[in-house]
C-alpha cells in the first residue's frame, strides 16, 4: 500500500473513532477556532506540534518552516504571526527548535549547490553562525555544535518577534517563549535563563 493510501486509511479509523466517542466533536471544530498558542516551529518531520504537547486539534495555531525562521521579510511568516497576534488575539507565541535540525546543520556547513533556495532561505542563521564564531568554533564535537546553536537560534527568532512591530502593536501583547525539542528523551525544555541572559 502506498504512503497516501495508508494516511487516507488511517484519517478514517481517526474521524470514526473520535466521532464515536465523542459525536459532537467535529460540529463543535467546525464553529471555529479560538487557540490560545502561536507555534513556530521547524518543518522536520519529527517535530509535529500537535503530537509532542498532546494537543488537541484547535488548540495551537501552527506556523513551520525550516530551522523555525522568522523574519519581518518573509511574507508567509509574518501573515502568520500577523493573524494570530491581531485576529485571533494568542496569549503566547512560542518558538520551538529541536536538536539535530538540519536547517542549522546546513547553516553551519558549506552552502549545498543544489539547494540554492534552502541557502537563500537560511542566509540569515549563516550571518547568526558568523556572530556567534567563537563559541561555537570552542565546542569540538559537531553535533553538540549544531544542538547548541539551534539554542542560538531560537533566542534569535524570540528576540526578532518581541521586536517586531506585529506584536509590539497588538493590543494585548502575547508573550512569546523559546523552547528546544530534545529528539533522544521526546522532551521540551524552556529556554528562559538562556534567553535573560541574551
Given amino acids: 500500500m502506498n504512503h497516501p493510501k495508508r494516511l ?18 467535529f460540529s463543535t471544530l467546525a464553529q471555529g477556532q479560538q487557540p490560545r498558542v502561536l507555534w513556530i516551529g521547524c518543518s522536520d518531520s519529527r517535530v509535529p506540534a500537535e503530537r509532542i504537547t498532546n494537543a488537541q486539534p484547535g488548540e495551537l495555531f501552527v506556523h513551520r518552516n ?32 529541536h536538536h539535530h535540525c538540519g536547517g542549522v546543520r546546513a547553516a553551519l556547513s558549506p552552502p549545498a549547490d543544489a539547494l540554492p533556495l534552502v541557502n537563500r532561505r537560511i542566509a540569515g542563521l549563516r550571518e547568526l553562525a558568523l556572530r556567534h564564531r567563537a563559541e561555537l568554533d570552542a565546542i569540538d564535537d559537531f553535533d553538540e555544535r549544531v544542538d547548541h546553536f ?6 534569535e527568532q524570540v528576540r526578532l518577534l518581541e521586536a517586531s512591530p506585529i506584536v509590539r502593536a497588538a493590543k494585548r501583547r502575547p508573550q ?23
Fill in 176 to 198: 512569546v517563549h523559546g523552547w528546544v525539542f530534545g529528539l533522544r528523551e521526546g522532551r521540551l525544555m524552556q529556554l528562559t535563563d538562556m534567553r535573560d541572559a541574551a
Fill in 8 to 25: 487516507l486509511l488511517a484519517n478514517l479509523a481517526w474521524s470514526t473513532e473520535i466521532a464515536t466517542r465523542e459525536p459532537t466533536f
Fill in 66 to 97: 525550516i530551522a523555525n525562521l522568522f523574519t519581518s521579510d518573509d511574507g508567509n511568516a509574518s501573515s502568520v504571526v500577523e493573524y494570530a497576534v491581531h485576529a485571533l488575539h494568542v496569549e503566547h507565541i512560542i518558538v520551538c527548535g
Fill in 150 to 155: 539551534v539554542a542560538l537560534n531560537v533566542v
